[in-house]
């Protein structure tokens, strides 16, 4: 791991988290100050614990938050090259500086394979995560159907 001799996956790890650890918070900050605070304190009302409000009220209301902080984080950290460089050790190499080195040297077929996967991954990802949203709202609209059948009937 390189620490605390020198240089290796430990600082590389601490700067990185560094660097987003503020991206983060400002992300999730925005979405803590639209939050409508009447739903914890409903929830602490009924009897709920704070520890049960934040897993079951408050952290549903920002996961939203919390998965665009990491993405933004995950980009950010892959593309920093300079600061892996600097924080690597000579026995350290991470993807950025394999990638940059590589293509420095002239672009190869496992650069070109490596970009596709990328490519790949992020498109399926995307994909299944647009599939998953769609069946969610048709559920809920499903529901809500649901729940105004009754009410419209009896009226």
């Known amino acids: 791991l390189g620490w605390p001799k020198g240089r290796g996956l430990v600082t590389i790890w601490i700067g990185h988290v560094m660097l987003c650890v503020s991206y983060v918070a400002i ?23 704070p520890l049960k409000v934040f897993f079951l009220v408050t952290l549903p209301l920002i996961s939203q938050a919390l998965i665009s902080g990491w993405l ?35 672009l190869n077929p496992e650069m070109n ?32 159907r649901m729940a105004f059948e009754p009410a419209v009937a009896t009226a």
């Open 27 to 49: 992300i999730v900050q925005s979405r803590v100050k639209e939050m409508n605070k009447s739903l914890e304190e409903a929830a602490l009302d009924l009897g709920a614990t």
């Open 113 to 144: 394979a490596l970009a596709t996967l990328f490519i790949s991954v992020v498109t399926i990802g995307v994909v299944l995560l647009n599939q998953v949203m769609n069946a969610r709202e048709r559920k809920r609209l499903a529901d809500m």
């Open 72 to 106: 933004l984080s995950f980009t950010i950290s892959v593309d920093d090259l300079i600061l892996s460089a600097f924080l690597s050790g000579p026995g350290s190499t991470t993807l950025p500086l394999v990638v940059f080195s590589r293509v420095r040297l002239g």
